[in-house]
């Protein structure tokens, strides 16, 4: 197993357009997590997953944002009417079980909206 | 007031200095505590995780933790140029990491 995976890696997109992303979590791992980050600043929660429920929703994801997670395996992140303010990093954690240090980050996906 | 404060550096230092990077927060209930390393381009990294108050020490990193103060220090000995990260320092509030905004950290050859 080679980690948390995401794809793609960078988006560029004009804004108003759709954009969806990938994350593929450890196998096995049950929980799967959402965060945003942008310049200078540190990773911000957006939502997560426990198998395939998603158990809460920051007040930073929008009604333009929707998130999934089929079968509990790979997850989704669906932005509609991209704005110039979503252009961030977009990172993908999972962990096994509750344990709040267990998190493991993928690379993230770069968006940029022009 | 931000729940994580972190000054966001950079902060320059000599290879084999030690480097001390700090954060404070501001609710008395966390509980985690735990430090990220960032390289550029890349996601956080998990250096080490502390729970309540004390001191943790793994190879040349040392974290710890006053909760009497609402502090959180990392302690980097004999740093190398490939320590040379965005440092994060966070806890965590029921489920979610809440991060502070990352240190860039340089070491100088």
């Known amino acids: 197993d080679t980690g948390v995976s995401q794809n793609p890696r960078h988006k560029i997109t004009k804004r108003g357009q759709n954009v969806t992303f990938r994350c593929d979590p450890i196998?096995?791992?049950?929980?799967l997590y959402w965060y945003r980050q942008t310049l200078g600043q540190g990773p911000e929660f957006l939502t997560y997953?426990?198998?395939?429920?998603?158990?809460?929703k920051s007040r930073l994801l929008s009604d333009r944002f929707s998130a999934e997670r089929p079968k509990g395996s790979f997850s989704t992140l669906e932005i509609q009417r991209t704005e110039q303010g979503d252009s961030a990093m977009y990172l993908c954690?999972?962990?096994?079980?509750?344990?709040?240090?267990?998190?493991?980050f993928g690379p993230g996906t770069r968006l940029t909206v022009t | 007031q931000k729940e994580v404060e972190q000054d966001p550096g950079p902060l320059s230092v000599p290879e084999g200095a030690i480097v001390s990077l700090n954060c404070t927060y501001s609710?008395?209930?966390?509980?985690?505590f735990m430090w990220y390393r960032q390289y550029s381009r890349k996601g956080p990294e998990l250096l080490m995780y502390?729970?309540?108050?004390g001191n943790k020490e793994d190879g040349r990193f040392t974290a710890q933790v006053d909760k009497s103060s609402k502090y959180i220090s990392l302690f980097i000995r004999d740093s190398q140029p490939s320590d040379s990260a965005t440092y994060l320092c966070?806890?965590?509030?029921?489920?979610?990491?809440?991060f502070g905004k990352g240190t860039r950290l340089h070491i100088l050859p």
């Open positions: 609710n008395s209930a966390f509980q985690y």
């Open positions: 502390t729970y309540s108050s």
């Open positions: 966070a806890t965590n509030r029921d489920d979610k990491i809440i």
């Open positions: 954690a999972s962990s096994h079980g509750t344990g709040i240090y267990e998190q493991y």
């Open positions: 997953f426990q198998n395939e429920a998603q158990l809460e």
């Open positions: 196998s096995e791992h049950n929980r």
